[in-house]
Every structure is written in structure tokens, then in C-alpha cells.
């Protein structure tokens, strides 16, 4: 077990803001098709299909002022909210998110469909929490 929990460079409130936009983005984004039994936002994969959604450019603003070490702070909590790695793990995540994303963040997290429950987990794996804390 991890005696010190790692550093974030990105606020928990910046964390939490992203978390409340991509929920709303998911919602308005989520029509439901009978006929194949699934969300249209399980198969979004091209952001660029959104980006006339007012909510899609705030987020994808926001996303983009952040610096360079918030950003991938944001990519490496979604990878470890999404079970890529462990508490312990946090200086490679941010490594390879560095390395990876830190120049299209927010095309490659606003892709992800599951992005707030990712992120949300993420950041209660470090003992952050969005709202009352717990």
C-alpha cells in the first residue's frame, strides 16, 4: 500500500468541473436506439461529430487552457480510473499520458464515453472526491 498519495498538478475542483460538463455532454449526447439496444454515446469515437454542441466547446475549451501538467493529470486519472493502473502507478501513468497526449488531451479525452465515471473514480482513488467529501 502506498504510504503518501501522489501529488495532483490539476485542482480537484478543475477535476470535478470537467466530471459535471462531460455528464451533461453524455446526457444530451445519449440518444437511445431501439433497435440496437445501446446508447449513441457507447459508439462515440469522433468528437469532431459534436463540435457544434455548445457543451462539447466548453469542455473542449476548458480542456485545452489547462496547462500541460493539468492536462495529463486528466489523461493519466482517467486511465487509472478505468482500472490501467494502481494508486502506486500514478508517476508512469502521468509518464506515458505525457507522452501520448499531452498535445490533443481533449480530442482524445472527449472520445472516451465513459470520461466523468473514469475521471470521478480516478480522483476517489486519490482520496478526492466531487461535492460533500465521504
Known amino acids: 500500500m502506498i504510504e503518501t498519495m501522489p501529488s495532483l498538478f490539476i485542482?480537484?475542483?478543475?477535476?470535478?468541473?470537467?466530471?459535471?460538463k462531460a455528464r451533461a455532454f453524455d446526457v444530451k449526447d445519449a440518444g437511445t436506439n431501439p433497435d440496437l439496444g445501446?446508447?449513441?454515446?457507447?459508439?462515440r469515437s469522433v468528437p469532431e461529430d459534436n463540435?457544434?454542441?455548445?457543451?462539447?466547446?466548453?469542455?473542449?475549451?476548458?480542456?485545452?487552457?489547462?496547462?500541460?501538467?493539468?492536462?495529463?493529470?486528466?489523461?493519466?486519472?482517467?486511465?487509472?480510473?478505468r482500472g490501467d493502473g494502481e494508486v502506486y502507478d500514478w508517476?508512469?501513468?502521468?509518464?506515458?499520458?505525457?507522452?501520448?497526449?499531452?498535445?490533443?488531451?481533449?480530442?482524445?479525452?472527449?472520445?472516451?464515453p465513459m470520461l466523468a465515471d473514469h475521471l470521478e473514480e480516478g480522483l476517489?482513488?486519490?482520496r478526492h472526491f466531487c461535492g460533500a467529501e465521504r
Not at 485542482?11 to 459535471?20: D, L, M, Q, T
Not at 463540435?51 to 486519472?77: H, P, S, W
Not at 501513468?93 to 472516451?112: D, T
Open 51 to 81: 463540435r457544434d454542441d455548445l457543451t462539447y466547446q466548453e469542455l473542449r475549451g476548458f480542456i485545452d487552457a489547462l496547462t500541460e501538467d493539468e492536462r495529463v493529470d486528466l489523461v493519466a486519472l482517467t486511465w487509472l480510473g
Open 124 to 126: 476517489s482513488s486519490l
Open 91 to 112: 508517476d508512469d501513468l502521468r509518464e506515458e499520458a505525457a507522452r501520448l497526449h499531452n498535445k490533443r488531451a481533449a480530442q482524445y479525452l472527449l472520445g472516451k
Open 38 to 43: 445501446f446508447k449513441r454515446a457507447d459508439m
Open 11 to 20: 485542482s480537484p475542483a478543475k477535476v470535478c468541473f470537467v466530471i459535471a
